[in-house]
């Protein structure tokens, strides 16, 4: 199989995991800052690498649970996030993505992102983005019109004080135009791309991240505007990340948080 229907297939293991351990006596494993894993995260994982090693063995994986794993020498590296939204998970909240993007050199050349509990899968081969269901691919069509912006509230804060997500989204100039929400999982940054939100918004650094890669490569590859926080080119620095369904929102964002950065 090709790369894109091979990360089909390993966030197809990685949800078949996360479905059937949902609801469950999950076993927690600490990490730091409050933040920790399950047994779901840690057997999804363990399904996605297998398949991966199997079909890819001289692919390296970066996972979010097991780290770095296998050859870099021909440069093509999956970066495997098996539970994105850990703690939505543990208080039984459906609302997670299971993640998977192939760096290819220094292009995200395929990526897919599973909805376990909608039954929908969001992927690209580095060319054009799509939506999943059961059989049918349908275009991924981005779309402003909700105005809806997601922010990440979740640490780390590299471009703190100066830029906060919160203090962005009480800002008046924000809540005229737009409607902040907050769940709690990049599978939101699928929802720029397929027309359910304006915006995704998050600080941090994105870079080879387990997290976001699979979000980001699906975004642009679906016409996404998507830089840093200041709308410069993303992934240079821990300057975190907007990815915007048009220009005009994306223009509109970028003022503000660098009215915010400038403070």
Not at 29 to 40: E, M, P, S, V
Not at 51 to 62: C, F, G, I
Not at 109 to 134: I, K, S, Y
């Amino acid at each position: 199989m090709n790369d894109s229907e091979l990360a089909i297939a390993v966030v197809h293991k990685g949800a078949e995991v996360v479905r059937r351990h949902f609801g469950s006596a999950l076993q927690r494993l600490d990490k730091q800052a409050g933040d920790f894993a399950t047994n779901a995260d840690i057997e999804a994982e363990k399904a996605m690498l297998s398949l991966l090693m199997a079909e890819r063995p001289d692919d390296s994986v970066l996972g979010e649970e097991s780290g770095q794993s296998g050859a870099a020498s021909n440069g093509r590296t999956w970066l495997v996030d098996p539970l994105c939204g850990t703690l939505n998970y543990a208080v039984r909240m459906g609302i997670v993505g299971v993640n998977t993007a192939l760096k290819n050199g220094s292009w995200l050349t395929a990526a897919a992102v599973a909805d376990p509990f909608n039954q929908e899968t969001f992927w690209t081969d580095g060319r054009a983005a799509f939506l999943r269901r059961g059989d049918e691919d349908s275009r991924l069509v981005p779309n402003a019109g909700s105005q809806l912006v997601d922010l990440n509230f979740d640490p780390p804060f590299p471009n703190a004080p100066q830029f906060r997500a919160v203090a962005l989204a009480a800002d008046p100039d924000f809540a005229v135009r737009f409607r902040a929400r907050v769940v709690s999982t990049s599978l939101a940054l699928t929802w720029v791309a397929s027309g359910q939100r304006a915006a995704y918004i998050t600080d941090g650094d994105v870079r080879d991240s387990v997290h976001f890669s699979a979000g980001i490569a699906i975004c642009e590859a679906a016409g996404c505007t998507v830089t840093d926080l200041k709308g410069a080119p993303w992934g240079h620095a821990a300057t975190g990340l907007i990815a915007a369904a048009d220009r005009g929102t994306h223009s509109a964002i970028v003022e503000l948080a660098r009215r915010l950065l400038a403070g």
